[in-house]
């Protein structure tokens, strides 16, 4: 069955860190764009990063550069994001998605994916 399933969310003080894992199951990731989403509770969905297929490239929504980081793991058929410097503001149900593109870009936003994940919960709280 082809699926994407993160995991790695929980609860972390203001400051903390945290690494989400997106991982692929039926299909090679590395084929594949894969951006990571984010939406809490009465917001819209926001796009936070992405990583490319081809060339590695990557993204980062203003509100995580500097704080976040995207690698790939392709023996592990992996995305990951790495969150440094958690904030409140942080706190969300974040989801991974994959799409054939090449390049990451921010209009990686507005792609539409073939697969998506389930969402984990991530909570930045004192």
């Known amino acids: 069955q082809e699926q994407l399933v993160e995991s790695g969310g929980g609860l972390v003080q203001p400051g903390g860190s945290l690494r989400l894992s997106c991982v692929a199951s039926g299909f090679f990731l590395e084929n594949y764009a894969v951006g990571w989403f984010r939406q809490a509770p009465g917001k819209e969905r926001e796009g936070v990063s992405c990583i490319g297929s081809g060339d590695g490239s990557t993204y980062f929504a203003d509100s995580v550069k500097g704080r976040f980081t995207i690698s790939r793991d392709s023996a592990e058929n992996t995305v990951y994001l790495q969150m440094n410097g958690l904030k409140p503001e942080d706190t969300a149900v974040y989801y991974c998605?994959?799409?054939?593109?090449?390049?990451?870009?921010?209009?990686?936003?507005?792609?539409?994916?073939?697969?998506w994940g389930q969402g984990t919960q991530v909570t930045v709280s004192s």
């Open positions: 998605a994959a799409d054939t593109h090449y390049y990451c870009t921010a209009l990686f936003t507005g792609w539409v994916y073939d697969y």
